[in-house]
């Protein structure tokens, strides 16, 4: 269909791929355009480390499986949840994760801690099927979501992490 | 003559509940590694407690390598009961519906229930008289790998009015870390 490319710019992703993708000639200073450069290596970078974060923590939540200790092993299904999630969550969420505040309740569950100090606090549950979390502030629950599915609170999830790591 | 322990558990009462290494990211055995948001989780049922007005470090220690052979104790994680319900009470004005209790659970010398309408109970009876449970009764856990948003939020918050004492012993013979009572005051 000609009418097509004419609007594939509009999307961020398509645009960021083309620009991804743009040979970019270093010698020739004559086309050299600046803006484009900084956009390029920009999206270059986030997308690495996103891809790298995200790696990070499927590779422990695998180790999580795979592990034959008993107060660590999970079900498929939750890894299946936890890989599904993982890959939900913007770039710049994954990034101010720290990798030691990935964790495994006695009941099979895995968790995902987010903690400005010990009175601001986001705490995400990934179950089988159903996610949960609650997000202390000042030392007070402001949120607590009980069970959800991932699918549809998806975009509540990321706006309040958003809303929280700002 | 024995000593008939209450079925109340005072306000002032010290509980304590075993830690052990999985208790630990890791299971790296450091204050600042403990994951205090879970250790009040219930497997299944209620959360062990320990009176230890009627049971000493060392016989905690001891029921705790006896009952739980195949995990490894590290130490105890106590808070008054008072506490407790101080957290419970500010819990409940974000979560009216919430509703925890603490109740006496004494375990005869199979390490099973002692029915509440038995015969009373004694400090020197055989099994773990001074056993207590943390019950969640509103909103009670769900089943096997489902979130429990509620109970986790509550676990954290009495976690942090709780008092970590670690055993520097990693053979099972005696405690030998900070008493109870020291900490306490």
Not at chain 2, 6 to 22: G, N, T
């Amino acid at each position: 269909m000609a009418i097509l490319p004419t609007f594939l710019p509009l999307n961020p992703d398509v645009d960021k791929l083309s620009i991804l993708n743009h040979r970019t000639n270093y010698d020739d200073p004559t086309t050299l355009d600046e803006q484009f450069v900084d956009l390029k290596d920009t999206y270059y970078y986030t997308f690495h480390l996103q891809y790298e974060k995200q790696t990070l923590l499927k590779e422990e939540v695998l180790n999580m499986f795979r592990s034959f200790d008993e107060d660590l092993k999970i079900s498929t299904d939750v890894l299946k949840q936890s890989f599904l999630i993982l890959e939900g969550l913007y770039p710049s969420i994954l990034e101010s994760f720290d990798i030691e505040n990935l964790t495994r309740t006695p009941y099979g569950t895995v968790v995902l801690d987010w903690e400005k100090d010990s009175n601001n606090f986001f705490s995400l549950e990934i179950g089988a099927n159903k996610i949960g979390y609650f997000i202390e502030k000042d030392g007070v629950d402001i949120k607590q979501v009980d069970s959800e599915d991932f699918s549809t609170y998806k975009n509540q999830l990321v706006r309040d992490l958003g809303l929280f790591l700002d | 003559m024995s000593i008939r322990l209450p079925k109340e558990i005072s306000d002032e009462e010290i509980l304590a509940h075993y830690l052990f290494d999985r208790s630990f990211a890791r299971k790296v055995i450091e204050e600042k590694k403990l994951i205090n948001k879970d250790v009040f989780l219930p497997n299944k049922g209620g959360v062990s407690l320990q009176r230890t007005s009627y049971c000493d470090e060392n016989m905690c220690k001891s029921l705790a390598t006896r009952i739980l052979p195949d995990r490894k104790f590290v130490g105890f994680f106590c808070f008054r009961k008072l506490d407790f319900l101080k957290v419970k009470s500010e819990y409940v004005k974000s979560r009216p519906e919430f509703s925890a209790e603490i109740k006496s659970t004494p375990l005869n010398e199979n390490f099973e229930y002692i029915l509440e309408n038995v015969e009373e109970v004694c400090l020197d009876d055989l099994g773990n008289p001074a056993h207590a449970n943390l019950i969640y009764l509103n909103p009670a856990i769900v089943g096997d790998e489902s979130p429990n948003t509620a109970i986790r939020s509550f676990s954290r918050k009495l976690s942090k009015v709780c008092k970590i004492l670690i055993d520097i012993n990693p053979y099972p013979d005696a405690y030998l870390g900070k008493k109870i009572l020291d900490v306490f005051g």
